[in-house]
Structure formats: C-alpha cells, structure tokens
C-alpha cells in the first residue's frame, strides 16, 4: 500500500520558516516526481514545488522562487520543502504528492500526481 507522510507545518509570524517532510512507503521512490501542492480556503489548488527522486533540481511555482527549497533525504525516502521568508498569501493546506512514473519532467501539474498525502496546516501571520 503506498503512503506518503508528511510532517511539519505549523503556525509562525510573517518572515519565519518552517519545513515540511514527507516520508514514503510501499512506494518505489526512485525515478518519479515528488513535492507539495497547497489550497486555501476560497482558492484553486496550486503546485508549489516538485523534484525528480532520480536526481534533479526542484521546479517551482513563480510566487515562492527564491524562498522555498524542496531537496531530497533518500536515506528516508523522503522529500523536504524548507520554507523561509514566510508570507500571508503562503498560509494554506499543504499536500505531499507522488507520480506514478513520469516521462522525465515533473510539473506543477496535480494530474501528473496520483498519490497524495494527507495534508497539514500552514498558518502566517502578518
């Protein structure tokens, strides 16, 4: 059975960081896509980071370049998103999600992800 658990997430003031990990099993971790999708409350959902497990870079939406990195800990079989520079427009639910295979691109695409992990909650105050 595949499972992606995420941790991390919390509530901080605008300015801070926070990270987020999510572990996966019954998964085979290498060579797919990896990251964090997010919605709030009256919003589309939203890619927000994605990373080939095989070995790559991160891709990212626009809105959070330069202040998030997603990153691999394969010894974990986990991907981590570290968050800094946190604003009011990040606050939102934040989902871990995994592809089934891919072409060798991962996008910011929730079609490409069929696995999804539960969510957490990430609240920035202003």
């Known amino acids: 059975e595949v499972h992606l658990a995420q941790s991390g997430g919390g509530s901080v003031q605008a300015g801070g960081s926070l990270r987020l990990s999510c572990a996966a099993s019954?998964?085979?971790?290498?060579?797919?896509?990896m990251g964090w999708f997010r919605q709030a409350p009256g919003k589309e959902r939203e890619g927000v980071a994605v990373?080939?497990?095989?070995?790559?870079?991160?891709n990212y939406a626009d809105s959070v370049k330069g202040r998030f990195t997603i990153s691999q800990d394969n010894a974990e079989n986990a991907v981590t998103l570290q968050m800094n520079s946190l604003k009011a427009e990040d606050t939102a639910m934040y989902y871990c999600?995994?592809?089934?295979?891919?072409?060798?691109?991962?996008?910011?695409?929730?079609?490409?992800?069929?696995?999804w992990g539960r969510g957490t909650q990430v609240t920035v105050s202003s």
């Open positions: 019954g998964y085979h971790y290498n060579s797919n896509c």
């Open positions: 990373i080939y497990t095989g070995g790559g870079t991160g």
């Open positions: 999600a995994g592809s089934k295979g891919t072409d060798g691109g991962c996008y910011l695409d929730d079609y490409q992800y069929e696995f």
